[in-house]
């Protein structure tokens, strides 16, 4: 029998989970409690931008393949494999995770197991939920101890989630159970012939995979933060730093680009869930670090609005800027701790008429930061500016003409938030060019 598979939750990684899964060849059935979000995903639509993501999942809603409901009862009914795709937010005010939306969907979706299925774990949670989360269904469920849980992180970068989904680089997953894992064998049958690697471990290490891996990541992008000030101090090269500490193989280039750090719905929580977790189990000093990684990279916004505000003179009031990105990272609309709005809210607190323009994110900004200015284009938020601002690296800014540019505004200063611009172009173009840890 081939297995039938929903997926709960429809947010960034749901959507996108359900028409891979889709795309591998299963019936599918997404379910979300937001009914306006599933009357869009039933029409063809994605509520979020994700590179070949929409294309994917209107050829299978349109073949009937993949379909959306409201209804626990219906996704019980229809499913073999259940995939849990919950947010997994930091508390209001606290470091640690809120669990509620998990809790809240095995809640609705326990009473109405009434035979043996699989339920799969993808969310990044603390250490120790998913053996709770096992009992609490099985504790609900009709078929009490037929129903098994797996923990299956997921591993998506946004910009490559579709291919992450269909190609991932390895497949975790954390059960003692035989059986679950022969399930897990069939649902990822095409993915395992391909060649990706499958580790499978206990509950507690495969909980803690996505937050290590977030974790080290956090590490090595402040580390080269941190570099590009003691740069800056000493007038030395970030970039040429980076490019030689890149060739030692125990260090690698990638993730070694000096800028205005991280942000995003994945990073920031989840390093702050890690040391909230260490804390409740008694380890909290071995985990202390992360606490300076989160400290550098709040760092970086506030030093460029210092930049920012050295470079006209030492005051923003009354100062036109204009802040290239709104989105957290390029192919995204996900606006999510992003740290280009972040920058472009603290410089129009401090007096500065601000104008963003981002290639996808400027309805989702508009509706956070509804008192800054949004362009439709470069050249119309550049329109007079006294500053510019490079936050977000799409390639449209990185092909932008600086001379092109340089007509529109008031003054030729740019600051490259993201040390990705070609700065002898701009210079060229006779634009006075700062970046992080560059002289």
Same mark, same amino acid.
């Given at each position: 029998?081939?297995?039938?598979?929903?997926?709960?939750?429809?947010?960034?990684?749901?959507?996108?989970?359900?028409?891979?899964?889709?795309?591998?060849?299963?019936?599918?059935?997404?379910?979300?409690?937001?009914?306006?979000?599933?009357?869009?995903?039933?029409?063809?639509?994605? &509520?979020?931008? $994700?590179?070949?993501? #929409?294309?994917?999942?209107? +050829?299978?809603? =349109?073949?009937?393949? %993949?379909?959306? !409901?409201?209804?626990?009862?219906?996704?019980?009914?229809?499913?073999?494999?259940?995939?849990?795709?919950?947010?997994?937010?930091?508390?209001?005010?606290?470091?640690?995770?809120?669990?509620?939306?998990?809790?809240?969907?095995?809640?609705?979706?326990?009473?109405?197991?009434?035979?043996?299925?699989?339920?799969?774990?993808?969310?990044?949670?603390?250490?120790?939920?998913?053996?709770?989360?096992?009992?609490?269904?099985?504790?609900?469920?009709?078929?009490?101890?037929?129903?098994?849980?797996?923990?299956?992180?997921?591993?998506?970068?946004?910009?490559?989630?579709?291919?992450?989904?269909?190609?991932?680089?390895?497949?975790?997953?954390?059960?003692?159970?035989? &059986?679950?894992? $022969?399930?897990?064998? #069939?649902?990822?049958?095409? +993915?395992?012939? =391909?060649?990706?690697? %499958?580790?499978? !471990?206990?509950?507690?290490?495969?909980?803690?995979?996505?937050?290590?891996?977030?974790?080290?990541?956090?590490?090595?992008?402040?580390?080269?933060?941190?570099?590009?000030?003691?740069?800056?101090?000493?007038?030395?090269?970030?970039?040429?730093?980076?490019?030689?500490?890149?060739?030692?193989?125990?260090?690698?280039?990638?993730?070694?680009?000096?800028?205005?750090?991280?942000?995003?719905?994945?990073?920031?929580?989840?390093?702050?869930?890690?040391?909230?977790?260490?804390?409740?189990?008694?380890?909290?000093?071995?985990?202390?670090?992360?606490?300076?990684?989160?400290?550098?990279?709040?760092?970086?916004?506030?030093?460029?609005?210092?930049?920012?505000?050295?470079?006209?003179?030492?005051?923003?009031?009354?100062?036109?800027?204009?802040?290239?990105?709104?989105?957290?990272?390029?192919?995204?609309?996900?606006?999510?701790?992003?740290?280009?709005?972040?920058?472009?809210?603290?410089?129009?607190?401090?007096?500065?008429?601000?104008?963003?323009?981002?290639?996808?994110?400027?309805?989702?900004?508009?509706?956070?930061?509804?008192?800054?200015?949004?362009?439709?284009?470069?050249?119309?938020?550049?329109?007079?500016?006294?500053?510019?601002?490079?936050?977000?690296?799409?390639?449209?800014?990185?092909?932008?003409?600086?001379?092109?540019?340089?007509?529109?505004?008031?003054?030729?200063?740019?600051?490259?938030?993201?040390?990705?611009?070609?700065?002898?172009?701009?210079?060229?173009?006779?634009?006075?060019?700062?970046?992080?840890?560059?002289?």
């Amino acid at each position: 029998m081939t297995l039938r598979i929903t997926v709960l939750g429809c947010g960034y990684l749901g959507t996108t989970h359900a028409a891979g899964m889709a795309e591998l060849g299963f019936e599918v059935m997404g379910m979300d409690v937001d009914e306006d979000r599933v009357a869009t995903l039933a029409a063809g639509r994605a &509520p979020l931008y $994700e590179p070949h993501l #929409e294309p994917m999942l209107r +050829t299978h809603v =349109d073949s009937g393949r %993949l379909r959306f !409901t409201t209804s626990y009862e219906e996704v019980a009914q229809f499913g073999d494999v259940h995939f849990l795709c919950i947010g997994t937010p930091q508390k209001k005010g606290e470091y640690a995770t809120d669990l509620r939306y998990q809790h809240g969907v095995v809640d609705g979706l326990s009473p109405h197991l009434d035979r043996p299925a699989l339920v799969v774990g993808k969310s990044t949670v603390p250490v120790g939920t998913a053996a709770a989360l096992r009992d609490r269904i099985q504790a609900a469920a009709p078929a009490a101890r037929d129903v098994d849980l797996v923990w299956n992180p997921e591993f998506l970068r946004e910009g490559f989630a579709v291919h992450d989904t269909l190609h991932p680089d390895r497949i975790v997953l954390g059960t003692d159970s035989e &059986p679950a894992v $022969e399930t897990m064998r #069939e649902v990822y049958a095409k +993915t395992l012939a =391909d060649g990706t690697p %499958l580790i499978v !471990t206990d509950y507690q290490t495969a909980e803690l995979v996505k937050a290590a891996a977030n974790a080290f990541l956090a590490t090595k992008i402040s580390f080269i933060n941190a570099m590009s000030e003691l740069c800056e101090a000493a007038g030395a090269n970030v970039d040429e730093l980076a490019d030689a500490l890149g060739h030692d193989e125990r260090i690698g280039r990638k993730f070694l680009n000096a800028g205005i750090g991280f942000g995003g719905g994945c990073i920031p929580k989840d390093i702050r869930g890690l040391i909230a977790r260490a804390g409740e189990l008694g380890v909290d000093q071995a985990v202390s670090f992360l606490k300076e990684v989160d400290a550098i990279n709040m760092r970086q916004r506030a030093h460029v609005v210092d930049l920012a505000r050295a470079a006209l003179g030492g005051s923003l009031l009354g100062t036109r800027v204009a802040v290239l990105g709104a989105a957290f990272k390029p192919d995204t609309d996900d606006i999510r701790d992003s740290p280009a709005l972040n920058v472009a809210g603290q410089l129009h607190l401090q007096g500065a008429e601000v104008s963003v323009y981002d290639p996808r994110a400027n309805d989702s900004a508009r509706r956070i930061f509804p008192t800054l200015t949004y362009a439709d284009s470069t050249l119309e938020a550049c329109q007079g500016a006294d500053l510019v601002l490079h936050l977000t690296m799409w390639q449209e800014f990185l092909d932008a003409d600086p001379a092109e540019i340089g007509e529109v505004v008031n003054h030729r200063r740019v600051i490259d938030g993201r040390n990705a611009l070609d700065a002898d172009r701009w210079r060229a173009a006779g634009w006075t060019y700062r970046a992080l840890g560059r002289p």
